[in-house]
């Protein structure tokens, strides 16, 4: 699709959505979301990856997961109990577990990045399962990076939800995802799913 179409197709979308972005602010956008994450090359070693984790199953780690995760110097995570213990059985052993949980992701990504930056160091972000960032912590820390240049990129795998959608039979071309469910704020979070079930896509 050449550049023009691209513009033309996003105009439509911004006169029909009311968004504030112009076309060119949105491929400008778009083009520094493939900088950010283009490969990783030994002369630009300052890098943060988030890496998703075995929803249930450890044979679903990559072994480009392995081979990045043995190359970090840090590894910041959700629960350093369970990514030791993870690490553990796939036969990683003696590495920098620094916890970072939503309740100090602020403070500990100025920290992190930081020492990312200053010692051209590679950091990898792990949750206690599945994809960081969706629903769990992750997303502060590549916005600490983004903002202070440093690269940042991600290593695919398990994802919830997206799980889920593909198994749902629901329409994939047009789909939103709210939250996972809370069974203890179930009341709450049955009165927001209505509210997109009244839109004409997959909740």
Known sequence: MSTTNLVRIIDHRIDST?????????ITDLTMATIRNKPYTSSER???YLASTPIGNIDDVSKRFLDVVKEADIIACEDTRNTALLLSRLGIKEKKLVSCYSQNEVNQ???LIDEVKNKNLVLVYVSDAGTPGISDPGSLLIKEAIERGVNVSSLPGPCAFIQAL????FDTSDFSFYEFYDAEKNDETFKRLAE???KESAA
């Open 166 to 169: 593909i198994l749902s039979s």
């Open 196 to 198: 997109y079930v009244k």
């Open 109 to 111: 990504a100025s920290k």
């Open 18 to 26: 009311n968004l504030v972005k112009t076309s060119k602010e949105i």
């Open 46 to 48: 300052a890098i943060v």
